[in-house]
Every structure is written in C-alpha cells, then in structure tokens.
C-alpha cells in the first residue's frame, strides 16, 4: 500500500521545512528511501529550486583576518621569532594571491594575554565549566575580533571575511 511520510532534511542556513511524499511501504523500499534521504542532498529530494547560491568573490578581493593564537603577538604573523618577512604567514598569504591591503591580523601583545588570568573572577562561571567566551578571561579578545572583522568587512564593501 502507500502512505503519506514527512521528510525533513534541513539545507545549510535554513530552517526545517516538512516534506511529503508519497512512497511504497515494503521493507525494501523504505530502507532503499531512507539511505537515499541521508546520502543526498536535500534541495535534489525537493519540487522547489535549490536556494540562490552568492558568486564567488576572487580571491583578490577576499579580506583576511588572522587572530593571533594564545601566548601570540600580531608581529608573530609578520616577521615571526624575528625572522625575515618572506616566511611568515601574511607574506604566504600574498604569495597565494591575496591582496596585502586586505590582510589584516588583530592587534594583540603578548603582554595582553595576561588578560586571561581575570577569568579566575568569573565566579562561579569559571568554576563551575559555564564560563562565557565574552566573560572576563577572553572577553577583551573576542571584542578585538569582532571589531577587526566588522572593519574588514565595511572596508571590503561587505565581501565575506576570512
């Protein structure tokens, strides 16, 4: 016989929407139906048109953002351990055909890591394993991200950010 089944597969950035089709109900039929529905994607299993797809943006016109990693200084990316230039990350970068202007790294001191320690205050978040990242142990350097993004991205008249 035949049944009416809800298929919902979520695409990427959308929200569940129900499905339903009209299927055979043997054994076989429903398994075949089931590993088809997770080993496709779900716009080929819809009537509807897959969502609009941005073009992509050339990779001279890609902003960067790179973010220092715990213990690290902006200059580490720039002429790391005081070497020369040419074998640091924003010069591989530029060799990849990224645009200089466009790449940026968070302005971090190795000194501001010491920022870290403050979350020893968070309390009880801290304590407890329910501390924020915007809480005060890395809160100073995710608003530092954030506003580098955000700058990248009006800068780049609003091109993704890296």
């Known amino acids: 016989g035949t049944e009416r089944r809800h298929i919902a597969r979520p695409h990427r950035n959308q929200r569940l929407k129900p499905r339903t089709m ?3 109900t043997s054994p076989t039929t429903t398994t075949i139906l089931l590993l088809l529905s997770l080993l496709t994607p779900s716009h080929t299993l819809s009537t509807s048109p ?3 797809t941005k073009t992509k943006t050339p ?3 890609t902003p960067v953002v790179i973010c220092p990693g715990f213990g690290n200084d902006s200059i580490d990316y ?3 351990l ?7 990350l924003i010069a591989s970068l530029e060799r990849r055909g990224f645009t200089p202007e466009l790449i940026r790294t968070v302005p971090i ?5 010491i920022k870290v320690g403050l979350g020893l205050f968070d309390i009880p978040g801290f304590y407890v394993g329910n501390a924020l990242p915007t809480g005060l142990g890395y809160g100073w350097y995710v608003k530092r991200v954030k506003e580098a993004v955000d700058r990248a991205y ?4 609003g091109e993704r950010v890296l």
């Open 22 to 24: 009209t299927i055979l």
């Open 50 to 52: 897959p969502p609009p």
């Open 59 to 61: 990779i001279t016109q």
């Open 78 to 80: 720039l002429t790391p």
């Open 82 to 88: 005081s070497q020369p230039r040419d074998i640091s």
């Open 109 to 113: 001191q190795r000194s501001d890591w």
């Open 154 to 157: 009006e800068e780049s008249g």
